[in-house]
């Protein structure tokens, strides 16, 4: 868990945003979001020294599986601040490492709240956190860390589909606050699958004229036009999306070259080829090579048995490693600019040439 958008769509503009929506993932480009227990905006151990405990004070469902939580520090403590846009790391009873999307009002510094939807075909984490996350359970949490900022705007186009919801909510309730103009898109399966759902209808007054909020429910009437949102959008508005990936293509291919949205990943961007390269490993004295077809970090792993990693996706900067010689190919969207001068993820990241040399 950054891309803004051209003018005026044209009927040719809007059919191929509606084809590119048509791409599903599962039944529906909107839903289910296939990783969405990861956005590639988290953060790992190396980035965050801070781990605190917290306890899940409270346990809600605010929509068909969905698990709505809040933690709180165990002596009432108060909580770092956070802005819209932010995510946790959580390290889950099972040492698992999932990123959660900050959902709550960042005035209330007695707690955090995430949301997440059970993907019976994800990694593990949301079911972990639907079926052990309960009330009085203590969880170590790193963060809060932003790579999903509310930039200053005159006006703004939000696009939320199913659970992507969750750190577009915190920016509706900051933009109306400022006066600032907005829309919101939301879309998803069915109402009864859409979390938040009466807050944002009463935020932005849906249906009513002048409403703000356009709810799309597919079992009631289909897909959505994002199209016809976005041309109905100003030209100069910051375009927000968070939603499976063919969603934010759609917003993207509708948009065009000019204009670029703010995008929350919940999901990697789909892996380039790559070629084989030699790494050093400066402090042991070895150096390994790694083939075109296998990661740094699953040819470290064969090495370095005690090697840091957790998602092995790009998503939690667990597995951030030095690098004190060569050029890196940072696959990542994750680390900053600074990050990345001197450091990568292994799992995902590789070298633009023939040599890396790390810190290890």
Known sequence: MRRATTVALAAGAALLARRALRRRIGASPLWPLPALEEPVSGHGARRSTVLRR??????????????????????GAELPAWEPGAHLDLVLPSGLVRQYSLCGDPADRTAYTVATRLIGAGRGGSREVHEQLREAVELSVRGPRNRFPLVPSASYAFIAGGIGITPILPMLRAVEASGASWRLLYGGRSRATMPFLDEIERLGGAGGPGGKVTVVAEDESGMADLGAFLAASPTDAAVYCCGPEPLMDAVGAALGPGRTPHLERFAPGAATAGSGFEVELRRSGRTLAVPADRSLLSVLRA???G?????????????????????????????????????????????LGKRLVLDL
């Open 303 to 305: 090495e370095v048995p």
């Open 54 to 75: 917290l306890t899940v004070t409270e346990r809600a469902e605010p929509a068909e599986g969905v698990v709505r939580l809040r933690l709180e520090a165990p002596d």
């Open 307 to 351: 090697v840091s990693y957790s998602c092995e996706q790009g998503f939690c900067g667990t597995c951030q490693q030095r690098v004190l010689e060569g050029e890196i190919d940072h696959r990542d969207e994750l680390l900053t600019d600074a990050e990345r001068d001197g450091s990568m993820l292994i799992c995902v990241s590789r070298c």
